[in-house]
């Protein structure tokens, strides 16, 4: 990529700014920082703090170890930062756009059942009295390994048709744990390099179609598994689309640390840290959540939009809507 001379100075002061202030912000931050301004980046680095490279060490399985693409060196971290600052930009516009004509902030939830129940747990956080609209866009037994059945990019291309959406949550993973026949004809073993070049194409493509809609986009892990074998595969798979974000600069969510046990593994029941109170959050096929489990661990989520919007909100200089008290039992 070629630069004026007065962009690159741009560039080169922008970078200093973000290497003075690394340990605080992370690289997703650090790209709202730059769309938002200076002014208010702090608040911004506030609300996405926490990004992709706050999870906790992920135990290694015995499978093919995720193969994660290597830092950009020197000489292309310019460029590459330009690159992607610049649909980002577009997605910022958007959000502050839609705040700015006191819409509701849109967002879709798109994933297999798992998905469905993100959706659920944000519903019941991110309400229309605060301004948001939350539209579930999952389906169950889908996945990035079954487009025999269902190809997700024209899926989702055909879902949102020609309307955007502000803020996209991502949750798959619970139907991939197998091989594939790619389009080619070859078979694909599952975590083989076939699987995950073909997979993380698939993936970098429907991320792009979420961005083509102005989505700022965020994934949400699975959890622990009951099953000995199945937890294996997941974390494999949570391994590899962890990686696949990372790669893309989209925070991923991971909703193991808050649904495991003390010794982090699978548990059907935690004490909730806000009450104490004794809480069922796994259903009996030791998969899937219940509806508080859904809420438990889309919490950190939805603080982060609602921090990540109220400054945006802040910036086009809209309040936010009040929401009635809660009327106390009599």
């Not at 600052?85 to 902030?105: D, E, R």
């Not at 579930?136 to 990019?153: C, W």
């Not at 390099?193 to 429907?206: A, C, D, F, K």
Request: some cysteine.
């Amino acid at each position: 990529m070629r630069f004026t001379e007065h962009m690159r100075e741009k560039m080169t002061a922008f970078l200093q700014f973000v290497r003075e202030r690394a340990p605080l912000v992370s690289a997703m931050d650090r790209a709202a920082v730059l769309l938002i301004g200076v002014a208010v980046g702090s608040a911004i680095g506030f609300a996405f703090h926490g990004g992709t490279t706050d999870a906790p060490p992920i135990a290694s399985a015995p499978t093919p170890v995720v193969k994660i693409p290597a830092a950009p060196t020197p000489a292309t971290a310019e460029a590459n930062l330009a690159e992607r600052c610049a649909p980002s930009h577009q997605l910022q516009q958007q959000l502050q756009q839609t705040a700015a004509a006191g819409g509701k902030i849109r967002v879709g939830v798109f994933g297999d059942s798992f998905g469905k129940g993100v959706w659920a747990g944000l519903l019941n956080q991110l309400s229309s009295k605060a301004g948001y609209e939350v539209t579930d866009y999952g389906q169950e037994a889908i996945g990035f390994t079954r487009y025999k059945s269902l190809n997700l990019e024209r899926h989702v291309a055909d879902q949102l048709g020609g309307n955007d959406v502000d803020i996209a949550v991502i949750s798959f993973g619970a139907n991939d744990a197998q091989g594939i026949i790619t389009p080619e004809g070859h078979y694909a073993p599952f975590m083989g390099p076939l699987w995950q070049e073909t997979l993380g194409g698939r993936v970098e493509r429907y991320v792009g179609i979420l961005r083509a809609h102005k989505a700022l986009v965020y994934w949400v892990g699975l959890p622990h598994m009951r099953d000995p074998g199945l937890e294996r595969d997941v974390t494999a798979i949570n391994d590899f689309y962890h990686a696949q974000m990372d790669r893309l600069g989209v925070p991923f969510i991971d909703s193991r640390p808050i649904s495991s046990d003390a010794n982090g593994q699978f548990t059907p029941y935690l004490n909730d840290p806000r009450d104490g109170k004794r809480t069922l959050i796994r259903v009996g096929d030791g998969i899937h959540m219940t509806i508080p489990g859904y809420i438990w661990i889309t919490r950190d989520l939805a603080d982060r939009i609602r921090n990540y919007v109220g400054a945006v909100r802040t910036m086009a200089g809209v309040a936010a809507p009040v929401q009635p008290a809660k009327k106390k039992p009599v």
